[in-house]
Nanobody, 119 residues
Framework: QVQLVESGGGLVQPGGSLTLSCAASGSIIRANVMGWYRQAPGKERDFVATITSGGTTNYKDSVKVRFTISRDNAKNTVYLQMNSLKPEDTAVYYC?????????????WGQGTQVTVSS
């Protein structure tokens, strides 16, 4: 069974920075696309950023110059460096990954980590 475990959320003031981490564990053969989504109160879950195993990235327009996604393939871990945070970035952030394991290939989600941007 594959698990995604996120860490790094918290409370930060506007203009501040946070780095989220998500580690995939289990009988993993390879982790393909990994990424981050977020869900603000009363809203649907929304795409933030993705990264392929080869390092190709894709970002939501509103975070493109402020957030950086990266990954460590050896550790099956994806990161999201968030700078210049705004109150509208407040949400539960979810890690997502397409992973091939000994049980086959599937899409997995983490449990979510809260990010609150407030003064």
């Amino acid at each position: 069974q594959v698990q995604l475990v996120e860490s790094g959320g918290g409370l930060v003031q506007p203009g501040g920075s946070l780095t989220l981490s998500c580690a995939a564990s289990g009988s993993i053969i390879r982790a393909n696309v990994m990424g981050w989504y977020r869900q603000a109160p009363g809203k649907e879950r929304d795409f933030v950023a993705t990264i392929t195993s080869g390092g190709t990235t894709n970002y939501k327009d509103s975070v493109k110059v402020r957030f950086t996604i990266s990954r460590d393939n050896a550790k099956n871990t994806v990161y999201l460096q968030m700078n210049s945070l705004k109150p509208e970035d407040t949400a539960v952030y979810y890690c997502n990954a397409h992973v091939c394991s000994t049980n086959g290939c599937d899409i997995y989600w983490g449990q979510g980590t809260q990010v609150t941007v407030s003064s």
